[in-house]
């Protein structure tokens, strides 16, 4: 966008997808939180979110049970690329906080066309997390972009490492447009930014998450006391996770944004008891940026 500074973060999201700051979105990450409509200022700053989502994607997968969730975000942009975060993470109706994150990273810009960000973040969980991301405490994440003009294409590489170890590529395809016209004055406008996504990867986490929560209440014991080796070596294959389609919608200020997404998910390739299945996801979120 015109005046919003890009947020970055790794998801996790996107691409948290979960919960938290996404350099997607923010989705991914996914909690990893970046507004889906953006464009960067190279000046020192300091942006802030808070986010609700209906339930937590990671990855390409959620859990047995729905977690809808609100996070809080803040990310510093120094002038030269280098940005810090912080993220605190509440599934409704469960702990006072089930998750923190922090990191860092570095911002940069081969051209005008061509920008990209690699970055380090830690997630600290509550001991009662039930997420599925608990199962990772560390990502390694490279997220290159080229714009086409016609549309952006972005490929993003995460390495997670802690409980399990997974590697993902996450590939998008999206285009932005905003409106000529302004709402209420000239300072505002509307912004879209549809992208199509595909996550590759693999999902060690799943066979952790299940060893970790057995949900005997959500899940049949029969399949519980059935659950195949042959998932396992699975889950250490590369395979396709997730197909997805997302249409955010954001009203612009010079200093704030506020943005409602809907993404809808197809889990391909789905390993163990979770069973996931066609889901439809919504977020809402407002940022503001101080410079």
């Known amino acids: 966008m015109k005046y919003l500074c890009l947020l970055f973060f790794v998801a996790g999201s996107n ?9 997607n979105a923010f989705d991914s990450r996914s909690h990893q939180l970046v507004a889906d409509t953006d464009t960067v200022i190279r000046k020192k700053s300091v942006s802030v979110l808070v986010s609700y989502g209906s339930d937590a994607l990671f990855f390409g997968r959620t859990g047995p049970i729905k977690y809808p969730f609100v996070t809080g975000d803040a990310i510093f942009n120094t002038k030269s690329g280098i940005f810090v975060y912080g993220s605190v993470l509440k599934v409704l109706g469960y702990a006072p906080v089930d998750e923190v994150d922090v990191g860092g990273g570095y911002f940069y810009k081969v051209s005008k066309s061509f920008s990209g960000a690699a970055s380090y973040t830690r997630f600290i969980f509550n001991k009662n997390a039930n997420v599925i991301k608990s199962a990772s405490s560390n990502d390694i994440n490279l997220k290159n972009a080229y714009d086409w003009h016609i549309f952006k294409s972005t490929v993003i ?68 006391d059935h659950a195949d080796l042959l998932a396992a070596r699975r889950n250490r294959e590369f395979n396709m996770l ?50």
């Open 15 to 23: 691409a948290l997808y979960a919960a938290g700051i996404n350099l």
């Open 157 to 224: 590489l995460d390495y997670l490492f802690g409980k399990s170890n997974d590697f993902f590529v996450t590939v998008s395809q999206s285009k932005y447009f905003e409106t000529s016209w302004s709402i209420f004055d000239d300072q505002d406008y509307l912004s879209f930014n549809p992208s199509v996504n595909v996550v590759v990867g693999t999902q060690n986490f799943v066979q952790r998450y299940e060893t970790d929560h057995k949900f005997p209440s959500a899940i049949s014991p029969t399949i519980i």
């Open 242 to 291: 997730n197909y997805s389609f997302k249409v955010p919608i954001a009203y612009n200020r010079p200093h704030y944004t506020l943005e409602a997404s809907w993404r809808y998910s197809i889990p391909v390739n789905v390993e163990g008891t979770l069973e996931n299945r066609r889901e439809s996801f919504f977020n809402f979120t407002f940022y503001y940026l101080f410079y």
